[in-house]
């Protein structure tokens, strides 16, 4: 299902303040990252999705690098070094993160053991399992 039809049928909450090309290339290099295909479609299309109680972290051109996105890559890149090389997508609580990588795979990073397990989806996909949860679907 493409990301558009995914907001539609869930109602999700976006930003109309999307980010250019320029400020997404900005934000990669800040983060020590490179975006994946569906990542820089995520960003440059929604700057961030947020539905019921789940928020995905995101980039949007008023907060610019001080996007949720990027201070929390940057931040779990100087204390936890399993995440190096990952954007943080969302913070699932009791120490859990989603990463995702620059070939848009998911990844989950547990704080306490400093370890990374891929979750075997692509970041749309997750999108689409996390909306269904929180929707009852």
Do not use: W
């Amino acid at each position: 299902m493409e990301l558009s039809q995914l907001i539609e049928k869930h109602h999700a909450e976006f930003t109309k303040n999307v980010i250019c090309f320029e400020l997404m290339s900005e934000a990669e290099k800040e983060m020590n990252v490179q975006f994946g295909e569906e990542l820089k479609t995520y960003l440059m299309s929604y700057g961030y999705l947020a539905l019921n109680y789940v928020e995905l972290y995101g980039i949007n051109s008023v907060q610019g690098l001080d996007s949720d996105m990027v201070v929390q890559t940057k931040y779990l890149h100087k204390y936890f070094s399993a995440s190096s090389g990952f954007t943080a997508l969302e913070n699932l609580g009791d120490g859990e993160y989603i990463l995702v990588d620059k070939e848009d795979r998911i990844f989950s990073l547990s704080l306490s053991e400093n370890h990374v397990k891929p979750l075997e989806q692509s970041l749309f996909e997750y999108i689409n399992r996390r909306f269904e949860e929180i929707s009852g679907l």
